[in-house]
């Protein structure tokens, strides 16, 4: 995911920390992703950087959503919309990506709510080792 806005809104409140793992995983957050979060843990899979990066998204973890980008196309900033709350995450499939691999791609569903509106995003995102870690190359969104 690299939404980007080129007109900045103004900084909404963060997000309080959530119990429940937004990343979808039967966990509490502060033992999920948000280890990953607080650099107290890496991802082994491609699977789950994709998963802590959704986590971020929903709780505004700008800075570990750019330390989880590969420098090649990591963004200056993270534009958060206000208005905007991921809600669910679906991982539709994966290709390598593992503990072994330097490359993996993730297909996911990512559902959230804008304006009392329910949507989802359908993406195949691209991930690839950088200095061991892994980290968010790119990725196609699937507008069907
Ligand atoms: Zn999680």
Known sequence: MSRRRTNRPAPAAVPAAPE???CGLP???AECCG???RG????STAEQLMRSRFSAF???DEPYLLRSWHPDT???AVDFDPGMRWERLEIVGTGEGGPFHQEGTVEFRAHYREGGHAGVLHENSRFRRHQGAWVYLDGVVDAG
Do not use: K, T
């Open 35 to 37: 280890r990953l979060h």
């Open 58 to 60: 929903a709780v505004h």
């Open 40 to 43: 107290e843990a890496a991802a």
């Open 27 to 29: 966990a509490r957050y």
């Open 74 to 76: 990591r963004p200056d």
């Open 20 to 22: 429940a793992c937004p």
